[in-house]
């Protein structure tokens, strides 16, 4: 848990504070995402809990490793800091250290022996799917992704309760950043760490958090919430804006595959005859369908028009599926294949290409609107 | 996979510039040694003033040796005490609390550069005497200055995000220092002590005029004897002496940036 109570900071001399009588509380587990235009402190805002920069009034609350509720100002803050996992955009790795060394920065100050800094560093580096040898490497013989993977992990050494991450994947390319991403989201699924994640981007806010907080310039909160409480129901004009006038298309980033898909869908088994086939799909009321073996391994797809009057076996005249979605893609993903393809309707499958349902413009549409009434009732 | 360290292996990656790099400056400086002593040593005539002042070939090859060890040893022992005072004075003008004091600490080492060499000789020579201990608080005060501002432009140098993340994780100030900071600014600060030392072997040449020694003896017993010969010997040995610390700092400069493998 972490939790904000009426925090103010204003720097020496300004007149005006970088953060303003903040209230917040992140629940133990969940990714909290602090979003809002430059100058609106977020960055500040983090910077308070491990106490970079000391808050001029209010009281900041940490859950520690024993499951205590401790006030950050009456800790040490330097036990506060080696307590709380760090992770900023430019990364600030020890260039002159090895990764392992760097990995073990924390661990170290703590008392670690080498060996278990050195089974811990290679735990770490194979869940960021990354070879062990890379711990005997220098940061600048790594690429800029792997660098920021080490740089996360680095973080997560003494395996804390709590982690701040300032735009940790914002100096990514676009594709390093969406995979960093995903992969970070796949493991907090298992890590389950309470994190404040600072960033500019709000669609990165609105994947990475479990809750949203839009914070305006001066400091000042806008709104705090669930990603789809805030798209539903944005709370003044500065949110409404600040979401974007696609608000309702976001909330398609919120649900993923397996919520919405069929996922008992009419198919096809390979071995079928051809006769037995068409007048399945005829009572199915359905054109095409896609054609799976014994263990539901995705073989392709058949027409009614290509089988009709022909004999055999399905098999025979399976053609290739253009394209395939993961369970846990985004509806927006899933949406943007499928106007790719063209597809009425697109395969779900597992990792083993099993097919586990089916998905259409249809059950998308009915998912963004069932998301939209929950959250609509989560205000109520 | 494991790196051959092998000798024979690294000779076989060897450029024609490196081999270049590593013998041309030691060759030539054997070269010119050997024309000191063949065309000006071998060449004195005996009973010649400059026989009496070096005396027979092989007391003039020990008083050369010596008066070469001795020179050493003013640039030794000034430039270890030069540091020894100049690190910690420029780690401590980047520390909070005392930048503001950062002007003042390298206005005062620029005093000890800018006053000519000599000069500080002639000052010091009436509160200190004359000799050795002279000798070396001036060369002290020369090499100040290159060390303290390179030991400051070091740290100050070193990437902040790097600091950030240290003091995020819960470094404290010592050990950012001592594991960051001074690591990652050595190669600048190196660089002010191999300045440092170089400026030196020129300046105690003139530690000379106050007896201590060192290869400006025979410049200055040459000038007023109007023979060339002895100060051909003690400035050109001077400047052999010059380049080849500037040449050997220099290969160790190399080997440590490249074994702290800065980004």
Redesign the interface.
């Known amino acids: 848990m972490i939790k904000f109570e009426n925090v103010t900071k204003i720097y020496p001399g300004m007149s005006s504070p970088a953060v303003d009588n903040l209230s917040f509380t992140v629940p133990t587990g969940e990714i909290c995402t602090i979003v809002g235009p430059s100058g609106c402190g977020k960055t500040t805002a983090l910077k308070l809990v ?1 106490r ?1 920069h000391e808050l001029t009034d209010g009281n900041i609350y940490v859950l520690d490793k024993r499951g205590e509720t401790q006030n950050v100002l009456e800790m040490d ?7 709380i996992g ?1 992770i ?1 955009q ?7 250290c090895t990764i392992l060394k760097n990995i073990g ?2 661990p170290q ?1 703590l008392g670690w022996d080498d060996a278990r800094i050195r089974r811990r560093a290679e735990e770490l580096v194979e869940m960021m799917n990354m070879p062990v040898e890379f711990l005997d490497r ?3 013989e790594l690429s800029g992704g792997q660098r920021q993977r080490i740089g996360v992990a ?1 973080g997560m050494a003494i395996d804390p309760p709590v982690m ?1 991450m300032d735009e940790p994947f914002g100096a990514l390319d676009p594709i390093n950043r969406t995979l960093l991403q995903n992969e970070f989201l796949r493991l907090q699924q298992e890590i389950k760490k309470t994190i404040l994640f600072v960033t500019h981007d709000i669609d990165e806010a609105i994947k990475m958090g479990d809750k949203i907080c839009i914070l305006n310039t001066g400091g000042h909160l806008e709104q705090f919430g669930s990603p789809a409480n805030i798209l539903a129901r944005p709370a003044n004009k500065f949110v409404e804006d600040f979401v974007g006038a696609d608000r309702a298309l976001k909330r398609l980033n919120l649900v993923r595959v397996e919520e919405a898909m069929n996922a008992h869908p009419p198919l096809l088994q390979a071995t079928q005859n051809v006769e037995q086939a068409v007048g399945f799909m005829v009572e199915q009321g359905i054109r095409s369908a896609y054609v799976v073996d014994a263990a539901q391994t995705l073989k392709g797809y058949v027409r009614v028009r290509d089988l009709k009057g022909k004999t055999g076996w399905v098999g025979e005249f399976v053609e290739p599926a253009a394209t395939t979605i993961q369970m846990t893609t985004s509806l927006k993903d899933a949406l943007s294949e499928m106007l790719v393809v063209d597809y009425a309707n697109v395969c779900v499958v597992d990792a083993q290409n099993r097919v586990r349902g089916l998905i259409d413009t249809n059950m998308i549409h009915e998912a963004v609107l069932k998301s939209a009434a929950i959250a609509e009732g989560e205000e109520e | 996979m494991k790196e051959d360290t092998s000798f024979w292996q690294q000779l076989k990656h060897l450029t024609i510039s490196d081999v270049l790099s590593w013998t041309m400056i030691p060759v030539l400086m054997i070269i010119v040694v050997i024309l000191v002593y063949n065309q000006l040593l071998l060449t004195i005539e005996p009973g010649s003033m400059e026989a009496n002042m070096l005396g027979s070939y092989e007391i003039g090859f020990k008083r050369i040796m010596d008066a070469a060890a001795e020179h050493v040893r003013l640039i030794l022992v000034s430039t270890l005490l030069a540091i020894a005072v100049a690190v910690p004075a420029g780690i401590l003008i980047t520390r909070q609390g005392f930048r503001d004091f950062s002007g003042l600490i390298l206005g005062v080492a620029n005093i000890g550069q800018s006053v000519p060499s000599i000069a500080i000789l002639a000052i010091f020579m009436g509160i200190l005497g004359l000799g050795f201990k002279t000798a070396i608080f001036a060369l002290w005060m020369y090499a100040l200055l290159p060390i303290v501002r390179n030991t400051a432009t070091g740290i100050k140098e070193v990437d902040p995000d790097i600091i950030e993340a240290a003091t995020g994780m819960g470094m404290t100030n010592r050990q950012i220092l001592l594991q960051i900071e001074l690591p990652l600014s050595f190669p600048v600060m190196f660089a002010g002590m191999r300045t440092a030392a170089v400026i030196n072997v020129g300046t105690a040449a003139l530690g000379a005029f106050i007896g201590a020694g060192g290869l400006g003896t025979f410049i200055i017993a040459g000038i007023p004897l109007m023979r060339d010969r002895l100060i051909l010997v003690g400035a050109i040995l001077t400047a052999v002496m010059a380049i080849l610390v500037d040449w050997i700092l220099e290969k160790v400069q190399d080997k440590l940036v490249v074994s702290t493998a800065t980004v």
């Open positions: 491990n970079l803050p330097i036990v506060l800091r080696r307590s760090y900023i430019q990364i600030g790795l020890f260039p002159h920065t924390v100050m220098y940061p600048h680095r701040l």
